[in-house]
Nanobody, 126 residues
Framework: QVQLVESGGGLVQAGGSLRLSCAAS????????MGWFRQAPGKEREFVAA????????YYADSVKGRFTISRDNAKNTVYLQMNSLKPEDTATYYC???????????????????WGQGTQVTVSS
């Protein structure tokens, strides 16, 4: 059974930084792409970033490009999301996710993400 456990959320002032972590277990981590999503109160869940199984390629939502960085450590079965220059509109519950299929591309449809963590709350005060 695939398990994803996020950590690292919290309260931060606008302009600050946080690093989220997502520890994976239950299967071979290194061959699957990983993604981060977020959901703000009253809004639909949205894609934030994804990283290829190898860690060599990533892509980002336009709203976070240049401020957030996704990375992974396959030896530690962990994916990270470094968030800099945080804005109040980044306030949301952040989820990591992965797929049940192996993809050679990082551009994976949102609907292909089958496994989800429980989420970690990020609150950015103005």
């Amino acid at each position: 059974q695939v398990q994803l456990v996020e950590s690292g959320g919290g309260l931060v002032q606008a302009g600050g930084s946080l690093r989220l972590s997502c520890a994976a277990s239950g299967r071979t981590f290194s061959i699957y792409a990983m993604g981060w999503f977020r959901q703000a109160p009253g809004k639909e869940r949205e894609f934030v970033a994804a990283i290829k199984w190898s860690g060599t390629t990533a892509y980002y939502a336009d709203s976070v490009k240049g401020r957030f960085t996704i990375s992974r450590d396959n030896a530690k079965n962990t994916v990270y999301l470094q968030m800099n220059s945080l804005k109040p509109e980044d306030t949301a519950t952040y989820y990591c996710a992965t797929t049940s299929r192996v993809y050679t591309t990082v551009h994976i449809p949102d609907r292909a993400y089958d496994y989800w963590g429980q989420g970690t709350q990020v609150t950015v005060s103005s």
